[in-house]
């Protein structure tokens, strides 16, 4: 919900802490992104919002996981802990409806946001792209530049155009 507090510091959050350098090379502005991110979404303890990171108040993130270097994360996702997010990863909840024909799809409303939910210790790859209403497992691996339309099972690696399971952690 964007109340005027969630306004205040995302706007603050976007104009200065954004910017900072990222975590691995400047403990300060980590915390310091954090100290924003906290006012505007729900996170658990030692949680790593990187430099550009984009994200709305419906954001859940669970203890020692992070949103990557210029990642967006849109509506209501739920992030599990210990997750390792790469860099400009996108994280979508809703779409363009574009079921009529008589209208031009710009003028036809959104679809309803569907929420994501990322499970505990995983790793997501640089560049994926996870869709709406999508749910991934716990453990699991999405190589980098997947589309993830569909559920991943728990534990397991996934990757490609669309997503695919390309094996399980847990068998041999």
Partial sequence: MWTFQ????????KIFAAWLPTGQRCKPAKRIR??????I????KDV?????????????VGDHSGVGVNSE???PVTIGENVMM?????IYTSGHDFSRTDIPIMEQRSTPAEPVVIGSDCWIGRRVMIMPGVHIGDGCVIGAGAVVTRDIPPYSVAGGV???VLKSRTSE
């Fill in 6 to 13: 969630t306004k205040f510091y995302y706007g603050l959050y």
């Fill in 34 to 39: 954090y100290h924003f991110a906290k006012h």
């Fill in 41 to 44: 979404c729900t996170l658990g």
């Fill in 48 to 60: 790593n919002i990187e430099r550009n990171a984009f994200f709305t108040p419906e954001l859940i």
């Fill in 73 to 75: 994360v849109y509506g």
């Fill in 86 to 90: 790469g860099p400009e990863v996108v």
């Fill in 162 to 164: 669309p997503a695919r």
